[in-house]
T-cell receptor, first 110, second 117 residues
Framework: EDQVTQSPEALRLQEGESSSLNCSYTVSGLRGLFWYRQDPGKGPEFLFTLYSAGEEKEKERLKATLTKKESFLHITAPKPEDSATYLCAVPNQAGTALIFGKGTTLSVSS | DTAVSQTPKYLVTQMGNDKSIKCEQN?????MYWYKQDSKKFLKIMFSYNNKELIINETVPNRFSPKSPDKAHLNLHINSLELGDSAVYFCASRQTSGGETSTDTQYFGPGTRLTVL
């Protein structure tokens, strides 16, 4: 069964303290790995798509990387406005929907 | 603004009632989805709908029925509401056909928080 596992469930950082979030997946024939950001009371907001091992994408303080079994979302010198839940997802085998992990809730304090 | 929109934002109702949630996208996408996010924030697919093809998640009770009047709208009807239906429901859309205009990315609406009393 296709699965997506994210760790840690929650992460508390001080402003400027860099860290990484992990997303491991078990799906045959990966057709993309997606990162979303979700703020409280809002819908998931698209961040990145990665397709092949070794691929990296960056946006402001965020950088996403992909290996054959997992993806990392690196957060460099985070600010309080980076506080949110970060969701990782992969398409199901039929390509008809996304399978989401349970997310990592990031809190950045000043 | 181009977006996926949902109405209502909040819905509070009694057990046994029938209710609907509406979704509209003006992105010109051909595929729409309904997801359910439970109290533990876990997002799970309920339905995907591409033109006239409806793909149903087998774990969804048949009290839930999606209805699409046109390509830009996908509504969710729920009959005989139960306490366990309380959750946040998200609509999403994606362009799956059209070669260069297709995309793997799904764009989500703001969600509808359903509370069943």
């Amino acid at each position: 069964e296709d699965q997506v596992t994210q760790s840690p469930e929650a992460l508390r950082l001080q402003e400027g303290e860099s860290s990484s979030l992990n997303c491991s997946y078990t799906v045959s024939g990966l057709r993309g790995l997606f990162w979303y950001r979700q703020d409280p009371g809002k819908g998931p907001e698209f961040l990145f798509t990665l397709y092949s091992a070794g691929e990296e994408k960056e946006k402001e303080r965020l950088k996403a990387t992909l290996t054959k079994k997992e993806s990392f979302l690196h957060i460099t010198a985070p600010k309080p406005e980076d506080s949110a839940t970060y969701l990782c997802a992969v398409p199901n085998q039929a390509g008809t929907a996304l399978i989401f992990g349970k997310g990592t809730t990031l809190s950045v304090s000043s | 603004d181009t977006a996926v929109s949902q109405t209502p934002k909040y819905l509070v109702t009694q057990m046994g009632n029938d209710k609907s949630i509406k979704c509209e996208q003006n992105l010109g996408h051909d595929t729409m989805y309904w997801y359910k996010q439970d109290s533990k924030k876990f997002l799970k697919i309920m339905f995907s709908y591409n033109n006239k093809e409806l793909i149903i998640n087998e774990t969804v009770p048949n009290r839930f029925s999606p209805k699409s009047p046109d390509k830009a709208h996908l509504n969710l009807h729920i009959n005989s509401l139960e306490l366990g239906d309380s959750a946040v429901y998200f609509c999403a859309s994606r362009q799956t056909s059209g070669g260069e205009t297709s995309t793997d990315t799904q764009y989500f609406g703001p969600g509808t928080r359903l509370t069943v009393l």
